[in-house]
């Protein structure tokens, strides 16, 4: 269960909260699988989206932008909502409750991941612990095999995955620990599901959000990769192809944009110009906290992730 006071009470009259969802279910039966809630059940989404807009002003990134430009303060209790990853349940769960309660939202798609139904390298590891009862494993940065035989040994050590991979991808190249794991698991390796915590939205559904008057969608690389992680050249073909395939896929030209992870070691300054380049006006990272009602940049805002 949420908290849900905990995120009404980022709302001030000097702060401007982007809340950052990823996907929302109508319910969770598994035992390892989503133990961080990242997917939240459909009624506390709802509840929370209430609760937000009793005390708080809905604003859509399309006018952040356009009062940034403008040089106006935003609103008192100003919040927007965004969701990362392009998951199917943004469309058939999310997006409902959204336009019964009127709240525009941004989605930020991996254009792979829709394009072939990718799973991401850490939901192929929960699907690989969930599906065995017992595990042994010995990754890089363990000394001695680590027996999992339990779901609080199994969420455990996925926490300690996920610390690792994330503050360091090249060291722990996200797609080499994925091979390890069933490797040593003797699983067959999944890159696709149509599980509800792993489908993605098809180009159509992709489609009909954006053109939708409440909401917009915008890039998130094409693998879901750190983008401060890459060479320069590797992080701009991740961009440019993102770009391409919104606009060749879904006739979209968006100007919003997200950085995978969203920490501080996943994007720099370059990353920033060439989103730039490509007329990239809005991007905030995953960075947790809230932002000043005058800002100076939109490529550097926090964002209150919600689970």
């Given at each position: 269960?949420?908290?849900?006071?905990?995120?009404?009470?980022?709302?001030?009259?000097?702060?401007?909260?982007?809340?950052?969802?990823?996907?929302?279910?109508?319910?969770?039966?598994?035992?390892?699988?989503?133990?961080?809630?990242?997917?939240?059940?459909?009624?506390?989404?709802?509840?929370?989206?209430?609760?937000?807009?009793?005390?708080?002003?809905?604003?859509?990134?399309?006018?952040?932008?356009?009062?940034?430009?403008?040089?106006?303060?935003?609103?008192?209790?100003?919040?927007?909502?965004?969701?990362?990853?392009?998951?199917?349940?943004?469309?058939?769960?999310?997006?409902?409750?959204?336009?019964?309660?009127?709240?525009?939202?941004?989605?930020?798609?991996?254009?792979?991941?829709?394009?072939?139904?990718l799973m991401s390298w850490i939901d192929q590891i929960e699907y690989c612990f969930e599906?065995?009862?017992?595990?042994?494993?010995?990754?890089?940065?363990?000394?001695?095999?680590?027996?999992?035989?339990?779901?609080?040994?199994?969420?455990?050590?996925?926490?300690?995955?996920?610390?690792?991979?994330?503050?360091?991808?090249?060291?722990?190249?996200?797609?080499?620990?994925?091979?390890?794991?069933?490797?040593?698991?003797?699983?067959?390796?999944?890159?696709?599901?149509?599980?509800?915590?792993?489908?993605?939205?098809?180009?159509?559904?992709?489609?009909?959000?954006?053109?939708?008057?409440?909401?917009?969608?915008?890039?998130?690389?094409?693998?879901?990769?750190?983008?401060?992680?890459?060479?320069?050249?590797?992080?701009?073909?991740?961009?440019?192809?993102?770009?391409?395939?919104?606009?060749?896929?879904?006739?979209?030209?968006?100007?919003?944009?997200?950085?995978?992870?969203?920490?501080?070691?996943?994007?720099?300054?370059?990353?920033?110009?060439?989103?730039?380049?490509?007329?990239?006006?809005?991007?905030?990272?995953?960075?947790?906290?809230?932002?000043?009602?005058?800002?100076?940049?939109?490529?550097?805002?926090?964002?209150?992730?919600?689970?």
């Amino acid at each position: 269960m949420i908290n849900v006071n905990n995120y009404i009470n980022k709302l001030s009259n000097d702060t401007y909260s982007i809340y950052l969802f990823h996907g929302v279910v109508s319910e969770n039966k598994s035992k390892v699988r989503n133990y961080n809630n990242k997917h939240i059940l459909s009624v506390e989404f709802e509840k929370l989206l209430i609760e937000l807009k009793k005390v708080g002003n809905p604003i859509s990134l399309d006018n952040l932008i356009l009062l940034h430009k403008a040089e106006k303060k935003l609103p008192p209790n100003s919040f927007s909502i965004t969701f990362d990853d392009g998951f199917e349940n943004n469309y058939s769960i999310a997006v409902p409750i959204l336009e019964k309660l009127q709240i525009p939202a941004t989605f930020y798609v991996s254009t792979n991941l829709v394009e072939k139904n990718l799973m991401s390298w850490i939901d192929q590891i929960e699907y690989c612990f969930e599906l065995k009862e017992s595990l042994s494993l010995k990754l890089p940065w363990d000394k001695s095999a680590v027996i999992l035989d339990s779901p609080v040994k199994k969420i455990e050590y996925l926490s300690i995955i996920r610390e690792k991979v994330k503050s360091n991808q090249q060291l722990y190249n996200p797609n080499l620990i994925v091979d390890k794991i069933f490797k040593q698991t003797g699983i067959e390796k999944i890159e696709s599901n149509n599980h509800h915590l792993d489908q993605k939205m098809n180009w159509e559904q992709v489609k009909s959000i954006h053109y939708h008057d409440l909401f917009s969608i915008g890039g998130h690389s094409h693998n879901h990769l750190s983008l401060g992680s890459l060479k320069s050249n590797e992080s701009e073909r991740e961009i440019s192809s993102s770009i391409k395939f919104l606009k060749d896929k879904a006739d979209i030209v968006s100007h919003h944009y997200s950085y995978p992870e969203g920490q501080e070691i996943d994007f720099n300054e370059n990353t920033i110009d060439f989103l730039k380049k490509n007329k990239i006006e809005c991007c905030p990272t995953a960075i947790d906290g809230v932002n000043k009602l005058s800002f100076d940049s939109l490529f550097h805002l926090k964002r209150v992730m919600v689970l």
